[in-house]
Nanobody
Framework: QVQLVESGGGLVQPGESLRLSCAAS????????MNWYRQAPGKERELVAF????????NYADSVKGRFTISRDNHKNMVYLQMNSLETDDTAVYYC?????????WGQGTQVTVSS
């Protein structure tokens, strides 16, 4: 079955960086688009970044453009989110997501807390 497992979250200070990872299995990763979402306390889940199956097309929420970079390794079935210049508003649970066989799948999420 489809499994998405995120890792790499933690507590950092404003201006610091984190790299999130998502290990994917149970589907044909190399032909699947992948997304990173986040959900802050009391807010709706929002799309942060998208990457095409080949990795040649990416898109970002306006709030993270220029600071976050999504990438993937189709040999390792991994997708990454490099987050630089973190801000307190980036505090959220971050989820890896994909759509496969007409269903949307989510990982369990990884907590990112940005605080001084």
């Amino acid at each position: 079955q489809v499994q998405l497992v995120e890792s790499g979250g933690g507590l950092v200070q404003p201006g610091e960086s984190l790299r999130l990872s998502c290990a994917a299995s149970g589907f044909t990763f190399s032909i699947s688009t992948m997304n990173w979402y986040r959900q802050a306390p009391g807010k709706e889940r929002e799309l942060v970044a998208f990457i095409s199956s080949a990795g040649d097309n990416t898109n970002y929420a306006d709030s993270v453009k220029g600071r976050f970079t999504i990438s993937r390794d189709n040999h390792k079935n991994m997708v990454y989110l490099q987050m630089n210049s973190l801000e307190t508003d980036d505090t959220a649970v971050y989820y890896c997501s994909t759509r496969w066989a007409y269903q949307t799948y989510w990982g369990q999420g990884t907590q990112v807390t940005v605080s001084s």
